[in-house]
């Protein structure tokens, strides 16, 4: 009886060199993905951050700095306006006095925990600076109520 030698296919070492190579791709793969999906976030939220600070300026420029005023930036006219979630920010806009005159707004919004921004990495993008927070802690003139562990950014627009 005469054995055919069949030599189709490949053997168990040739596979497993594959696998190897391709487990090497996915991981430099995923660490570029996530490295993209992170800084995509950043860049939205200091977006978001530019698009507020936009309304309360054109806000400003429309009601002037009286006492009294005909359309007011407050946290919740603002953040409608740009559709901002309560789910992913925290935003607090606040008047900025001198000398108890009001000279413009104080402008502060953070990333929620939980939010799509919570692991919002604290540096400078695009000229804005993102803070690091401390808990426990107050920085420049956040309020009591405002979180002071989560990163955040903060102006006052004049």
Same mark, same amino acid.
């Given at each position: =009886?005469? @054995?055919?030698?069949?030599?189709?296919?490949?053997?168990?070492? $040739?596979?497993?060199?594959?696998?190897?190579?391709?487990?090497?791709? =996915?991981?430099?793969? /995923?660490?570029?993905?996530?490295? !993209?999906?992170?800084?995509?976030?950043? %860049?939205? @939220?200091?977006?978001?951050?530019? =698009?507020?600070?936009?309304?309360?300026?054109?806000?400003?420029? =429309?009601?002037? &700095?009286? %006492?009294?005023?005909?359309?007011s930036c407050?946290?919740? /006219?603002?953040?409608?306006?740009?559709?901002?979630?309560?789910? %992913?920010?925290?935003?607090?806009? /606040?008047?900025?006095? $001198?000398? /108890?005159s009001k000279?413009?707004?104080?402008?502060?919004?953070?990333?929620?925990?939980?939010?799509? @921004? !919570?692991?919002?990495?604290?540096?400078?993008?695009?000229?804005?600076?993102?803070? !690091?927070? +401390? !808990?426990? +802690?107050? +920085?420049?003139? &956040?309020?009591?109520?405002?979180?002071? %562990?989560?990163?955040?950014?903060?102006?006052?627009?004049?």
């Amino acid at each position: =009886m005469k @054995f055919k030698n069949n030599n189709k296919g490949f053997t168990l070492v $040739e596979l497993l060199a594959v696998i190897v190579v391709l487990a090497i791709i =996915m991981v430099i793969a /995923t660490t570029q993905v996530n490295k !993209a999906i992170s800084s995509a976030r950043t %860049d939205s @939220f200091v977006s978001s951050y530019k =698009m507020i600070l936009r309304e309360v300026k054109n806000r400003m420029a =429309m009601d002037g &700095l009286g %006492d009294t005023l005909s359309v007011s930036c407050t946290t919740t /006219t603002c953040a409608e306006s740009y559709d901002i979630s309560s789910n %992913d920010y925290i935003l607090e806009i /606040t008047d900025h006095l $001198e000398a /108890t005159s009001k000279v413009g707004y104080d402008v502060k919004l953070a990333a929620k925990a939980g939010g799509k @921004f !919570a692991n919002v990495k604290p540096g400078t993008y695009s000229g804005i600076t993102i803070v !690091a927070g +401390t !808990a426990g +802690t107050t +920085t420049g003139s &956040l309020t009591t109520g405002f979180p002071h %562990d989560l990163p955040y950014i903060e102006t006052t627009v004049k």
